[in-house]
Nanobody
Framework: QVQLAESGGGLVQAGGSLRLSCVVS????????LGWYRQAPGKRREMVAV???????HYGDSMKGRCTISRDNAKTSVYLELNGLRPEDTAVYYC???????????WGQGTQVTVSS
């Protein structure tokens, strides 16, 4: 069982930046790709960025060009650098394994990002 703990969210003004962190613990067998996702009030959860075990990155359209995903395999952590934040980026941000996103019990608490105008 993999446990995921997100942190780093907060309240920021439009145009600001945040760095989100996710520590992965528990069973590490088979962990490859890790991703960041977000869910805004009243909207479906969407993929923000995914990084493979080899460091290949893929970004969703919503924040492409304004975020950077990275990972530290030694620390079993994945990070998301957010820049040029907009009020529409306000959401709860989650990390997860892409292979587990279909499982409702695989999601952690997430970290709230609120962007004021």
């Amino acid at each position: 069982q993999v446990q995921l703990a997100e942190s780093g969210g907060g309240l920021v003004q439009a145009g600001g930046s945040l760095r989100l962190s996710c520590v992965v613990s528990g069973s590490m067998l088979g962990i490859d790709a890790l991703g960041w996702y977000r869910q805004a009030p009243g909207k479906r959860r969407e993929m923000v960025a995914v990084i493979s075990g080899r460091g290949i990155r893929h970004y969703g359209d919503s924040m492409k060009g304004r975020c950077t995903i990275s990972r530290d395999n030694a620390k079993t952590s994945v990070y998301l650098e957010l820049n040029g934040l907009r009020p529409e980026d306000t959401a709860v941000y989650y990390c997860n394994r892409p292979a587990d996103t279909w499982r409702s019990d695989s999601w952690g608490q997430g970290t709230q990002v609120t962007v004021s105008s």
